[in-house]
């Protein structure tokens, strides 16, 4: 079983997509939080732990999660998604782009 983190600022609209859409593929276990104190669901320390791969939505996020995360990330692979914010809770275009660009690692 794999434990894969989606993480993107307020947790409302590209992080819960992402979530949402890989929750049932077999072997892994997903979850999904934001950056900010204010997200629906604010990254933990225990929720980067937890993790064994890490997708960022923006490269902000990235130096955001490796700043206030650096010594729980103990070496884990982050990798910067580069979809911006534009798209609505499972908008159809967002749920391609998160398929075609997450496929490659999972």
Known sequence: MKNVLFVCRQNRL???????????RDGLE???AGL??????????????WADLIFVMEKTHRNKLQKKFRANLNGKKVICLDI????DYMDPQLVRLLQV????FL
């Open 101 to 104: 660009k997450i496929a490659r």
């Open 30 to 32: 997903v979850l999904s």
């Open 84 to 87: 911006p914010d534009d798209y």
């Open 36 to 49: 900010n104190n204010d997200a629906d669901t604010p990254l933990t320390s225990e929720a980067v732990e």
């Open 14 to 24: 590209r992080s819960p997509t992402a979530e949402t859409i890989f929750s049932s």
